[in-house]
């Protein structure tokens, strides 16, 4: 077969410094990601040296203020950063957005005096973070959880297991929701928690279908004392920073999403002008032509939808809708795109010799994680006929 490199996306970027931020990412991505993408997901073995590679370059507090060590860049700039490093690797693109989620509830509604003592070192200074809102009996229904913030003087004693946590186990700091009143949202705190916390702990990570470098686990906190210092936002206000920061997550996720669609379409051009049967190319037969047109279609559609609502939010503008949609569409995108490029490289599609094998794999948790499509559709219908009745 021609060796046929992708060509990269054609990126309308609103700066000269974005359009270098994205040529330094995709070196990075080219150099220090994709050669060893297969051979790490196939060991289940975890690239922190690539995250401190990617700290080091200032690529983990893109959308956050410079004065605390972040990148000052709107999110239409940094989700399209995160494309370009889920194409290379979707652990590492999807590590990114976690750890930036992770990172938000301080960033956003973090005291002066928090944010100068702690935004420093999470933006640029080598640390990881987790994201801790699931539980084993609570999912979608976040409100429900059960893990305990009980107040001991000036400390907070956390107690409870969290789900589902990306990062769970290697993790430097944890943003945890915690109950610390009345049942339902009201009575939820977000608190700020050390990676080495005494009384923290971790189950083995999830055996999962894809993603396997990326370690998925139950966090463990068990009589875990947190200072008042480290809770973050007022008390109850936890379920309001959980919800604000899914909204700028699921964008995140989009990103990502449309960044493994994009490889997948990448690996199907290139075999159909690559792979010959009756003679010439099997991109010369008409089934196979308009299943790419409408991959790359799709994946443009996809795109467009995520950076229009995160330029709703650069704006300042209400997005959660348009966020919502662009999850859904999206992962709906990489789940189909990705299907596509399994059938149209046949049974070599199939072996782990190609990666859209992988990257079918990898798409599936795309429509389950930070709200799963379902909800992502309950969401948008609120938006336009209003709650359900009951």
């Known amino acids: 077969m021609p060796d046929r490199a992708p060509q990269p996306v054609d990126r309308q970027l609103p700066t000269d410094e974005a359009r270098d931020l994205i040529s330094l990412v995709r070196d990075i991505a080219q150099r220090e990601i994709a050669p060893t993408a297969a051979e790490e997901e196939g060991a289940g ?3 922190r ?9 200032g690529l983990l507090g893109l959308p956050y203020d410079s004065e605390y060590g972040g990148g000052d860049q709107p999110y239409e700039v940094y989700l ?36 100068v003592e702690h935004l420093p070192e999470m933006l640029g200074g080598g640390l990881l973070g987790a994201y ?12 429900s959880l059960r ?49 080495d916390a005494e009384g923290l702990s971790s189950a083995a990570p999830e055996k999962k279908m894809g993603m396997k470098g990326s370690p998925t686990a139950q966090v463990h906190f068990d009589g875990v004392r947190v200072p008042d210092e ?38 199907a051009v290139d075999y159909a002008t690559g792979r010959q049967q009756f003679g010439r190319p099997i991109a010369d037969f008409q089934g196979l032509r308009f299943m790419l047109a ?13 950076l229009a609502a995160a330029r709703l939010r650069d704006a300042g503008r209400p997005f959660a809708k348009q966020a919502a949609m662009a999850k859904l569409h999206c992962t709906d995108t990489a789940m189909k795109v990705t299907t596509d490029a399994v059938q149209i490289l046949g049974g070599y599609g199939y ?40």
């Not at 490093?85 to 957005?97: D, Q």
């Not at 610390?180 to 990676?195: C, H, K, M, N, Q």
């Not at 072996?351 to 499509?373: C, H, S, W």
Request: hydrophobic share 40%.
């Open 147 to 195: 893990t305990k913030a009980v107040r001991d003087g000036d400390q907070w004693v956390l107690t409870g297991t969290k789900a589902w946590i990306t990062h769970g186990g290697i993790a430097d700091f944890y943003t945890v929701m915690a109950r610390t009143g009345e049942d339902g949202p009201r009575g939820i705190s977000a608190f700020l928690v050390r990676g």
């Open 49 to 57: 040296e690539v995250f401190t590679l990617l700290s080091r370059a």
């Open 351 to 390: 072996t782990a010799d190609f990666p859209v094998e992988r990257y079918m794999r990898e798409a599936k948790v795309l429509q389950i994680v930070e709200g799963t499509n379902q909800i992502q559709r309950m969401v948008i219908a609120r938006h336009l006929a209003g709650p359900e009745t009951r």
């Open 230 to 267: 480290r809770r973050v936002g007022e008390e109850g206000q936890g379920f309001a920073i959980a919800l604000s920061a899914l909204d700028s997550g699921r964008l995140g996720i989009a990103a990502c999403a449309i960044g493994l669609a994009q490889a997948a379409l990448d690996e």
């Open 80 to 115: 399209q950063v995160l494309e370009e490093l889920a194409a290379a690797r979707l652990t590492v693109g999807l590590g990114v957005s976690v750890h930036t989620l992770a990172t938000y509830a301080l960033a956003t509604y973090g005291s002066k005096q928090q944010q």
């Open 294 to 306: 409408d991959m790359a279609t799709q994946v443009e559609a996809g795109r467009a939808l995520y």
């Open 45 to 47: 073995r975890f690239p």
């Open 132 to 143: 801790c809102l699931s539980e084993p009996s609570s999912g979608s229904d976040a409100a």
